[in-house]
C-alpha cells in the first residue's frame, strides 16, 4: 500500500499581515499534493499585544474589542459560522485572563493562557476562510489532542515521546489547523514554547503523523548563508544537512531555530524554508540528511562581543556535578552558553560579553572565579568534512587572519576573533567561499 502523502504547512505571523494571505494561504493548501496539516502563529503584531496588556493592565481596556474587530476584518462572518461560539469563548478567555492578572501580576497560568489566545484566534481565523474556499478544514488546539511539552510553565521542546502516546490522531482529519508555539506542560498546565516555538511545534506534529515533508512559509527568501544583518548580499542556501542547519541556526540565523530540525533528523523528513510569494528555487532552502561529498563553506554564524570564561577544578566528580549546577542557573538567567568545552581540571565556556557580570557570578557560586578574555566575536565555518579538511582550512585560514581555533565538529570550525572591523572580515570570507553564489556550486 502507498504511504499517503502529508504535508505539513507552517504559516508564521509574517504571513498573516492582511486578509490577502489568507488567500494565498489557500492557493499553497489546494495545490498540496495528499493531506496538508497546518500550524499557524498569531496573526502580526497580536502576541506583542497581547504581552503588552499582560504588563500593563490600563493597555488591556479595548484589547478585546480591538482583537475582535482585527480577526473579523480578516475573516468576516467568523463570529457567526459554525466555529462561532469558539471565537467568542476565546475573546472571554482573553477577558478573564486580564482580570486574573490585574488581580495578581505574577500569575503565570493566566499570563500563558492570554498570550496563547494569539494563536487561537488565528486557527479560527485561517479555518474560516477555507472552508469559504472549499476546504474542509476545522481549528484544533495542540493541548487538546494531546501535545506534550518537556517543562513547566516554559518549556524549550515538544516531549515526542509522550506525546506519540497521547495523540489524537482523529482530530487530524481533513485539514487540520493547529495551534503553534504551546501544550501541555508537565503540571497539566499551559506551557509555552521559547523562540522558534511554532515552527518546532510544525517539525514535531511532522514527526508524530509521519509526514512527508514540512515547509515553513515566510517572507524571506530561504537560509541565507550570512545573517543580513551585516549588510552582505548573498543568496539563499539550496540545500543544508540537518547538523550545518542546527550549526548555522545556533549561532547566528534568525529565519530557524535549533529546535525546529530536531524532530526531523532522526526519521529524515525534509525541511523546505520557502517564501509566500516566491516559490522559486533561488529563494528556497531544504534541509535534509548530512551530506559529504564535496567539502565547502556553506554559511558563516558570526556572533559579535563574546567572552570565555575559563575554570580550574580540582574534583572530577565535583566538576560534573557543579557544572550541571551551573547551566541551570545560566538557563533560569536566560544566559546562553554558546560553547562549552569540559576536560578534567579545565572547563571552558563562551557566553556574551553582556551577560558576563552575571555569570562570573553563578561560575564563583560553584567553582573558582573564572578567568576571562574578551573577543570581538565567535564565527562558525558551518559545512560539512572531517577533521583533516577541517584543520586544513584552519592553517589556510590562519595565514591570512588572526584567528584562535575554539572547537571542531563534523558540521563546522568554530574560531575567536579579536579584529576591530568584523563586517570587512566577514565580506572576505563571503567572496574567499563563494557564498554570494552558494546555489550555483
Not at 485572563?97 to 501580576?105: E, F, G, K, M, R
Not at 506542560?185 to 512527508?212: F, P
Not at 563574546?306 to 557544572?323: P, Y
Not at 579579536?418 to 570570507?429: A, C, F, P, Q, T
Request: charged share 20%; net charge negative; proline share 4%.
Amino acid at each position: 500500500m502507498t504511504k499517503e502523502l502529508i504535508t505539513v504547512h507552517k504559516f508564521g505571523g509574517s504571513c498573516l499581515r492582511d486578509s490577502s494571505d489568507l488567500e494565498r494561504i489557500s492557493q499553497v493548501i489546494q495545490q498540496t499534493d495528499g493531506q496538508a496539516i497546518i500550524v499557524v502563529s498569531a496573526l502580526w503584531g497580536t502576541t506583542d499585544r497581547l504581552l503588552r496588556a499582560a504588563h500593563e493592565p490600563r493597555y488591556a481596556g479595548r484589547l478585546v474589542h480591538d482583537l475582535e474587530e482585527q480577526h473579523l476584518r480578516f475573516a468576516p462572518g467568523l463570529a457567526d459560522s459554525k466555529v462561532g461560539h469558539l471565537f467568542k469563548a476565546v475573546l472571554g478567555g482573553i477577558e478573564t485572563s486580564l482580570v486574573a492578572l490585574a488581580v495578581n501580576p505574577q500569575d503565570n497560568i493566566a499570563k500563558n493562557r492570554l498570550l496563547a489566545a494569539g494563536e487561537r484566534l488565528s486557527a479560527l481565523v485561517v479555518s474560516h476562510f477555507l472552508n469559504i474556499k472549499g476546504i474542509d478544514s476545522h481549528p484544533v488546539g495542540a493541548e487538546d489532542i494531546g501535545l506534550r511539552l518537556n517543562g513547566k510553565g516554559k518549556a524549550p521542546t515538544v516531549d515526542l515521546q509522550s506525546s506519540k502516546l497521547n495523540l489524537d490522531l482523529s482530530a487530524l482529519q481533513g485539514t487540520p489547523v493547529i495551534t503553534g508555539w504551546f501544550g501541555q506542560g508537565d503540571d497539566g498546565e499551559l506551557a509555552l514554547l521559547g523562540r522558534g516555538g511554532s515552527d518546532h511545534t510544525a517539525t514535531a506534529i511532522a514527526n508524530l503523523v509521519d509526514a512527508t515533508e514540512v515547509i515553513l512559509w515566510k517572507d524571506v527568501a530561504g537560509v541565507l548563508p550570512i545573517n543580513p544583518r551585516w549588510g552582505i548580499e548573498t543568496t539563499a542556501i539550496h540545500y543544508l544537512g540537518y547538523g550545518e542547519a542546527m550549526e548555522l541556526s545556533r549561532l547566528d540565523t534568525p529565519v530557524i531555530h535549533p529546535a525546529t530540525v530536531e524532530p526531523l533528523s532522526s526519521v529524515g523528513i525534509p525541511l523546505k524554508i520557502m517564501h509566500l510569494y516566491q516559490e522559486k528555487e533561488f529563494s528556497q532552502t531544504t534541509i535534509g540528511p548530512d551530506i559529504y561529498d564535496e567539502y565547502r563553506i556553506k554559511g558563516i554564524g558570526c556572533l559579535a562581543s563574546v567572552a570565555s570564561l575559563s575554570i580550574e577544578t580540582l574534583s572530577l566528580e565535583a566538576q560534573s556535578k557543579n557544572l550541571g549546577h551551573l547551566l541551570v542557573d545560566f538557563s533560569n538567567e536566560d544566559i546562553s552558553c554558546w560553547n562549552l568545552h569540559s576536560q578534567p581540571g579545565e572547563l571552558r565556556l563562551i557566553i556574551s560579553q553582556h551577560d558576563l557580570i552575571k555569570s562570573q557570578q553563578i561560575v564563583a557560586k560553584h567553582f573558582q572565579s573564572p578567568t576571562v578574555k574578551t573577543y570581538s566575536a565567535m564565527i562558525s565555518l558551518v559545512g560539512n568534512g572531517t577533521e583533516q579538511q577541517q584543520m586544513a582550512l584552519f592553517e589556510e585560514i590562519s595565514n591570512k587572519w588572526e584567528f584562535e581555533l575554539l572547537s571542531q565538529s563534523p558540521h563546522s570550525v568554530r574560531l575567536l576573533a579579536n579584529v576591530e572591523d568584523i563586517k570587512s572580515i566577514l565580506v572576505e570570507m563571503s567572496q574567499c567561499y563563494n557564498l554570494c553564489n552558494t546555489l550555483h556550486q
